[in-house]
């Protein structure tokens, strides 16, 4: 399978995230997989590959020119900030550059621990996986911006969350996974020349418009902002409730990230 792996994340951010490899599931089994995203990222869709992508997309087998790594966040939850987040069960492989020259996160959700773990296994259960491969299927086919899920994988493993439930592991596509917690994990710990030199990239990547601004900086955060405030007014139009809105699930691009705790109101 060629990925078509442009790593930019990777190349000039060095120091903003862990290097990290997925953990390798005991038997990876493809359950979900869309065919349809694939396509729009020129993945190759002919017959045959159900192994090579349950291997590749559960963690098993690292694909060619990828370099796996944790993101480091921070984030205000619940009325309180927590200055170190991160990516605790989560990998993001590498930036898929699309045949419309698109570019897209690859992330591996489940996939074991990482320095960011701090108490936690590192571990998605089935469950959850089917609920925002559906929720977030159903977002993008609403016509809202979104994450979208490409696949899900079971581990072979048995995870306690309660009582035993199978593990698996979700590959997560996103514009990208720079949240408002990343910023703000910066601010915190190193400073003003790395906020800087985060929000250079993000705005190469996401909202270029802003370099021509007079200030690019505040350009960038009426850009954020924006796009939130858009992105809200949608899920409102449709009754989406998110249930856990803290700056680490804010992702700049203006998509709707984290499917945890959601919901549709029944009647709206």
């Known amino acids: 399978m060629n990925w078509n792996f442009d790593n930019t994340y990777f190349r000039q951010l060095e ?19 869309n065919r349809d995203l694939a396509a729009q990222l020129g993945l190759d869709l002919s017959p045959g590959r ?26 205000h939850q619940f009325g309180h900030f927590s200055p170190q987040l991160g990516d605790g069960r989560a990998v993001l492989l590498g930036e898929i550059v699309a045949p419309n020259g698109m570019r897209h996160d690859l992330q591996l959700k489940g996939s074991g621990r990482t320095p960011f773990s701090r108490n936690g296994d590192g571990k998605l259960v ?34 306690t969350r309660g009582g035993p439930h199978p593990g698996a592991v979700l590959a997560r596509i996103a514009a990208s996974h720079i949240r408002v917690g990343t910023f703000q994990f910066f601010a915190a710990h190193l400073g003003a020349d790395h906020v800087r030199k985060l929000a250079d990239y993000a705005i190469a990547r996401h909202y270029p418009q802003a370099a021509s601004a007079a200030n690019p900086y505040l350009a960038l955060l009426e850009e954020v902002m924006n796009a939130q405030i858009a992105l809200v007014a949608k899920w409102i139009s449709v009754g989406f409730v998110h249930g856990v809105m803290n700056t680490d699930n804010v992702s700049i691009s203006g998509e709707t990230i984290d499917y945890g705790p959601c919901a549709f109101i029944d009647s709206y």
């Open 15 to 33: 120091g903003f995230y862990a290097a990290q490899a997925p953990e390798r599931p005991p038997r990876a089994e493809l359950v979900m997989f």
């Open 50 to 75: 159900d192994q090579e992508l349950a291997q590749q997309l559960s963690g098993a087998m690292v694909p060619a020119g990828a370099d796996p790594i944790a993101l480091a966040y921070a984030g």
């Open 126 to 159: 089935l469950g959850p996986a089917l609920r925002e491969y559906l929720v977030s299927e159903a977002m993008a086919a609403l016509g809202i911006p979104t994450t979208r899920t490409l696949s899900v994988v079971t581990t072979g493993e048995s995870i």
